[in-house]
């Protein structure tokens, strides 16, 4: 993998210790050109990896960069999915049926048989769940995707629900379909390492908090510490600033310190704290 992960909270609207901040990024960013500015900008500083949401507006991001070959030659997009918002959305306005039949593709049967009125209860849930991760895949098409994560709104749901053969599921349909890894976002690593043990997935790529105050990480920094120490798999650290409670350099440090984190995930949009960031990364990890 990547050592350096660029992400895509800021063009969203995301942020966990200011609302003010996010609806300011929120509206800095509506138009893709920004977006796609700020891109560049990590591109230009070493940056190879976008890891982002299947959010609608990433497809356009996808279309630049495959009209541009040369300009994004070595660049490679980590898919997030599901984009949660985008469906508690279409629930919402459309109902759970109509919703799921508008994400599935046109002709497929179990679009089909949604339209139909047929109940899913006893349907084939695997075929279902690899059909919408096909959806949410299309956007990328022709473009190189060597890691798909699963959203940690669904992987902490299935945790927590018990339905731990969904993680087989979905990490069979992603080498199979996708020649990709599958990687796994939750807010719970040692608990679902757990899962993913006994689904007999083997060294898994999975992303969680990883930072020196434990900000939501569940179990505690001392559990996050040994579980990284003790087990085999490979860790993505996210929320390395706490939302902005640490330095860069001492929250670096430290996650560069645990010896095994295989890299890390940032979300930045001005030039100064991208090149920043990037330049701390390579020089904590290089001092390992």
């Known amino acids: ?130 059909v919408l991760i096909d959806a949410e895949m299309k956007m990328f098409h022709g473009l190189s995707t060597p890691v798909i994560f699963l959203q940690n709104v669904v992987t902490d749901l299935l945790l927590g629900i018990g339905f731990e053969d969904a993680f087989g599921i979905f990490a069979e349909h992603i080498k199979s379909k996708y020649g990709a890894e599958p990687g796994f976002i939750t807010m719970n690593m040692p608990r679902l390492l757990e899962a993913l043990e006994r689904q007999g997935i083997d060294n898994p790529i999975v992303c969680s908090n990883i930072n020196k105050i434990g900000f939501r990480m569940c179990g505690g920094m001392e559990l996050y510490e040994e579980t990284i120490r003790t087990k085999r798999f490979r860790p993505i650290a996210m929320s390395v600033l706490a939302s902005g409670a640490l330095t860069a350099d001492e929250a670096i440090s430290y996650v560069a310190g645990l010896g095994k984190v295989e890299s890390i995930v940032f979300g930045a949009s001005s030039a100064q704290n991208i090149k920043q960031t990037k330049a701390l990364i390579d020089q904590h990890f290089n001092n390992i």
């Open 1 to 130: 993998m990547e050592k350096v992960l660029f992400g895509d909270n800021q063009f969203f609207g995301v942020n966990h210790m200011s609302e003010d901040k996010a609806r300011a990024q929120a509206m800095r960013f509506q138009d893709d050109a920004e977006v796609i500015k700020v891109v560049d900008i990590a591109c230009d500083a070493g940056i190879r990896a976008f890891m982002c949401t299947t959010h609608d507006r990433i497809g356009a991001i996808c279309d630049h960069v495959r009209a541009n070959p040369e300009r994004y030659r070595d660049f490679v997009f980590y898919p997030c999915m599901p984009y949660a918002h985008k469906y508690a959305n279409a629930v919402t306005e459309h109902g759970p049926v109509e919703a799921l039949r508008r994400f599935l593709p046109q002709g497929n049967a179990l679009s089909s048989l949604i339209k139909s009125g047929v109940s899913l209860a006893n349907k084939d849930l695997a075929s279902l769940g690899k």
